[in-house]
Each structure stands twice: as C-alpha cells, then as structure tokens.
C-alpha cells in the first residue's frame, strides 16, 4: 500500500506540475500547483471521514470537495499528457482553469474551516413533523450557555481530564469536543483554566 500510493502521488505530482508549467506557471512556482490540490484533497477526505462529531453540512461539503479535488487532479494529469503527446493544444481557457485554482482552494478552504468550527449545538435539528399530507420542519436552537456556565463545565471537564491522563490539564481539542464548541472559545476558556491554575498555586503556602 505504501509503494502504490509513494508511486501515485509522485507520477501525480510530476503530471500536475507540468501542466502547470504549460499552462504558463513559472518553473520555480509549478510544483505548488500538485501540492495545492493534493493537500485540499487530503484536507476535505480528513473533514469528511474523521471520527469526531461534525456537523453534517461541512462533512457534506467536505466530501463534496474531497471527490471535487480528486477529480481535477485526474482531469489535470490527463489533460497534461494529452499536451505532452500532442492531443491537445494549449489555449486560453485551460490557462485561466489552472491558474484558477489556488484562488478556489483558498476559498473553499475558509468555507470548509467556517462550518467545522460551527458549534454542534447549533447545528442540531428538530425531527420532521407530519400533520397530515404537510410535512414541516424546524430548527432547534439549544438555549445558549453564558460564560459562568461554560467555565463551570470547564473546570469539570478539566477534573476529569487530569483523573484519566495523570493529572495532565485538559487540551484545547479535548476541551472543545467535550463542550461542543468552537475552537476560539475553547482556547479562551483553556487559557482561563490556565490561569486559575498558576493562580492557585502561586496562593499555597510554601514549607
């Protein structure tokens, strides 16, 4: 398995950044043409068949944009050899298409980074209701939790963390599946557990 998928990635890449060359890339640039589309790819198959919770819609735009990935990188190196062996000719829409692409990962990599980071909480729907031959349907907001009441989950959640790993403190990943929420929130709250750490040693008397 490690053979087949060295020898593919390397005979992609080669193909890629010929294309890219052809298609009027610097030859110092080229090669960021397979490495922008490989490492999208990888990204969105990560998002999408990862084991922690997610909300549905980024693992369907994930899975979306994972096979979406594969695809141009078949539909490159395949236009790159019809070039090579004089199939095909280079005009002006194969140029823009290429060098489109950075600007369109760069875009559906913000989008994709934008619902992963969406609390799950808030992602949760009511199941569909039947009143006769009308179906409705609603969202369900969870009521939202203030500061006090997710530092008090925090300190929780850090309790228990240290009883399970050796009394290491909680990490900002662990603390944020644990809380459902987003990573920014969930480095704020790490960094306040953090404080009040130091602050509670720095308060025990010393011998």
């Given amino acids: 398995m490690a053979v087949a998928a060295a020898s593919s990635a390397i005979a992609s ?4 950044r010929g294309l890219a060359e ?3 890339w610097p030859a110092r640039l080229a090669w960021l043409l397979p490495i922008t589309i490989d490492a999208y790819a990888m990204t ?3 998002v999408w068949l990862a084991g922690t919770p997610a909300a549905g819609r980024a ?4 899975r979306a944009n994972a096979v979406g990935a594969i695809a141009t990188s078949i539909v490159g190196n395949a236009g790159y050899h019809l070039v090579a062996s004089g199939l095909l000719t280079i005009s002006w829409p194969i140029v ?6 950075p600007a369109a990962v760069l875009g559906l990599t913000a989008h994709l980074h934008a ?5 799950i909480a808030e992602a949760v729907s009511a199941p569909v209701a039947r009143t006769g031959s009308r179906t409705k349907s609603r969202t369900r907001r969870v009521k939202a939790r203030s500061d006090s009441d997710l530092l008090k989950a925090a300190r929780e959640a850090d309790v228990k963390y240290r009883t399970a790993h050796r009394g290491q403190p909680i990490t900002r990943d662990a603390l944020r599946e644990a809380l459902r929420i987003a990573g920014p929130k969930a ?17 025990q008397p010393t011998s």
């Fill in 187 to 203: 480095t704020e709250l790490r960094r306040r557990l953090a404080s009040e750490s130091t602050e509670r040693k720095e308060a």
């Fill in 59 to 62: 693992r369907r735009f994930a």
């Fill in 115 to 119: 619902l992963r980071t969406i609390p």
């Fill in 13 to 16: 890449f080669a193909g890629l």
């Fill in 22 to 24: 052809v298609a009027g």
């Fill in 44 to 46: 969105s198959a990560r």
């Fill in 96 to 101: 823009v298409l290429v060098g489109a692409v």
